[in-house]
């Protein structure tokens, strides 16, 4: 059973940062891309941003500029560094593994909550 656990949500007033993270356990991660997705009230989760196995990322246009996301394969865990928050940030996100050859194993974590305002 795949395990995804993110940390690191929280409220932060905007211009401010947070990094989350999430570990992967009983993979391993090297044989998958990891990514972000972010769901606010009353909409539909959303794409955020990926990093391949190779590490090519891509972002959603929303955050492009001002979130980066890196891995660290030796400790199963990928990094979402978001700064100039944005109150329109303020999102449940949730990590995303995908497996590079098997798309059908895609598995996701509870999520972490992220709220920016004054």
């Known amino acids: 059973q795949v395990q995804l656990q993110e940390s690191g949500g929280g409220l932060v007033q905007p211009g401010g940062s947070l990094r989350l993270s999430c570990i992967a356990s009983t993979i391993t991660s090297d044989m998958y891309h990891m990514g972000w997705f972010r769901q606010a009230p009353g909409k539909q989760r959303e794409f955020v941003a990926r990093?391949?196995?190779?590490?090519?990322?891509k972002f959603a246009d929303s955050v492009k500029g001002r979130f980066t996301i890196s891995r660290d394969n030796a400790k199963n865990t990928v990094y979402l560094q978001m700064d100039n928050l944005k109150p329109e940030d303020t999102a449940i996100y949730y990590c995303n593994v995908v497996h590079v050859s098997n798309s059908a194993w895609n598995y996701w974590g509870q999520g972490t909550q992220v709220t920016v305002s004054s």
């Open positions: 990093i391949t196995r190779s590490g090519s990322t």
